[in-house]
């Protein structure tokens, strides 16, 4: 046995590669973190190291305190986790503050969570506020076609909705509460991770403009499926403008 043989391990993996085979995670683009449950941290626990120093988030979020996250590693590549997931994810511990995290597993050669760390954070601290701590997965990617169309819309939760809403019937009993939008601002920081915590108290996909989108969810299908529904519809929509008939 090893930890690679834990359900979900194995699930968060596949997930990894998953949308790097549908081509949302150029280089070391998007980053998944998973809120773990008690019974999973267990099956995992015996696989642990000694944790590393505890390390500052810049945010905090007190109903995440002594929870359990596995994260992608900054600068790690999406293709490469089903290959070397010890060098390209990770297992955190949040320390009792909330406020700081320490590696327990993974993220082996001094990697690190994820630049967007706080922002997933944040993100967790609202939707499993929201959700009454039934969501677990935030997932944020690169996908082409939503990118595109922030160039292309007025840059508003109500011009997106309707856009996604009206390009594929499915998608208003996928995101029913719709999609909210955060203007460009620089990533990988706190400032872009309360903007876009504050559009994820209303909405489970937040669009980040000119750069990519954020969903979340209770697992891994469901947020997976979200990304593709919302990515599906701004193809449609791109196609059909494209060809003239919008
Ligand atoms: P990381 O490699 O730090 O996860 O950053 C990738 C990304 O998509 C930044 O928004
Ligand atoms: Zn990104």
């Keep these: 046995m090893s930890i690679l043989d834990v359900k979900v391990i194995q699930d968060y993996i596949r997930m990894c590669n998953d949308g790097w085979l549908q081509g949302w995670h150029e280089r070391n683009g998007g980053n998944l973190t998973y809120r773990m449950k008690p019974e999973e941290v267990e ?8 944790p590393g120093p505890w390390i500052d988030m810049g945010v905090s979020g007190i109903n995440l305190a002594g929870e359990y996250f596995i994260t992608t590693g900054s600068g790690k590549f999406f293709r490469n986790v089903i290959l070397d ?3 390209s994810i990770g297992i955190v511990e949040i320390n009792d503050r909330a406020d700081s995290w320490r590696i327990v597993w993974g993220l082996e050669g001094n990697a690190k969570p ?3 760390f706080p922002s997933h954070f944040m993100n967790h601290s609202v939707r499993s506020k929201v959700t009454n701590g039934k969501c677990r997965v935030i997932y944020h990617a690169h996908p082409p076609n939503l990118i595109a169309m ?3 819309l007025p840059l508003s939760a109500r011009e997106f909705t309707r856009a996604l809403w009206k390009s594929a019937t499915e998608c208003p009993v996928v995101f029913p509460d719709g999609v909210g939008v955060v203007p460009w601002m620089v990533p990988g920081g706190t400032e872009i991770a309360r903007a876009t915590s504050q559009v994820m108290e209303k909405y489970d996909v937040a669009v980040w403009a000119h750069h990519g989108l954020f969903c979340s969810g209770p697992d891994f299908d469901t947020t997976f499926g979200l990304m593709h529904t919302v990515e599906k519809s701004a193809q449609i929509y791109n196609l059909v403008m494209s060809s003239g008939q919008g």
């Design 43 to 50: 099956e995992c626990r015996p696989y642990f190291q000694k």
């Design 114 to 116: 994820t630049s967007e």
């Design 85 to 87: 997931p010890e060098h």
């Design 150 to 152: 922030t160039y292309i």
